[in-house]
């Protein structure tokens, strides 16, 4: 069964760039994509992107212009950046294991990230 | 693009059946999951490709998909299946993950 655990800054400014890490323990690293998900009680669940080991990305097209998503596979981790953070943004941000057809088997315990404006 | 409409709320008595309804256009042609998400916890995948479970989820939950409607069925609910369900597809016109607002089942 894979764990992911995630970290990351969780106040940030007006402005100011996101970054989220998350890492994957047990299963096998290249069989599957790695997502980010965020979840506000206002906009509910939004899917962010996702990323292979390989480094293929695909962004929500509402935030592409904004994020950027890496991969270490060596130490089976993947990150977020989100740029130009607004109080839009604050949310909890969870990293997620998805499969073939975009479910998501696995999820981190999440990150508020909290944008005071 | 592409909406998913979940209701709000819904509430059953220990013991009966709870059901949740997710509308989309054509819901049928896609692949449906659903997720758990208890209070301050991560969601958890119950219902992958409409009708699959994965290891560990009770036979009790199942889900269903019939032309712009899918369901997700909890027999016998209990006290511990309050919690927010949400379905979720993948929309190749818009090239984006598409979840529903969610619905909160409480146990009366």
């Known amino acids: 069964q894979v764990q992911l655990q995630q970290w990351g800054a969780g106040l940030l400014k007006p402005s100011d760039t996101l970054s989220l890490t998350c890492a994957v323990y047990g299963g096998t690293f290249s069989d599957h994509y790695w997502n980010w998900i965020r979840q506000t009680p206002g906009k509910g669940l939004e899917w962010i992107g996702e990323i292979r080991h390989t480094g293929t990305t695909a962004y929500n097209p509402s935030l592409k212009s904004r994020v950027t998503m890496s991969v270490d596979s060596s130490n089976r981790q993947f990150s977020l950046r989100l740029r130009s953070v607004t109080a839009a943004d604050t949310a909890v941000y969870y990293c997620?294991?998805?499969?073939?057809?975009?479910?998501?088997?696995?999820w981190g315990q999440g990150t508020l990230v909290s944008v005071p404006s | 693009s592409y909406v998913l409409t979940q209701p709000p709320s819904v509430s059953v008595a220990p013991g009966q059946t709870a059901r949740f309804r997710c509308e989309g256009f054509?819901?049928?042609?896609?692949?449906v999951h659903w997720y758990q998400q208890r209070p301050g916890q991560a969601p958890v995948l119950v219902v992958h490709d409409g009708v699959d479970r994965p290891s560990g989820i009770p036979d009790r939950i199942f889900g269903s998909t019939s032309g712009n409607a899918a369901t997700l069925t909890i027999l016998r609910a209990e006290d511990g299946d309050e919690a927010d369900y949400f379905c979720?597809?993948?929309?190749?016109?818009?090239?984006?993950?598409?979840f529903g607002g969610g619905t909160k089942l409480t146990v009366l």
């Open positions: 054509n819901i049928g042609f896609k692949n």
């Open positions: 979720q597809v993948w929309d190749s016109d818009s090239e984006n993950v598409v």
């Open positions: 997620a294991q998805g499969g073939t057809h975009y479910e998501f088997e696995s």
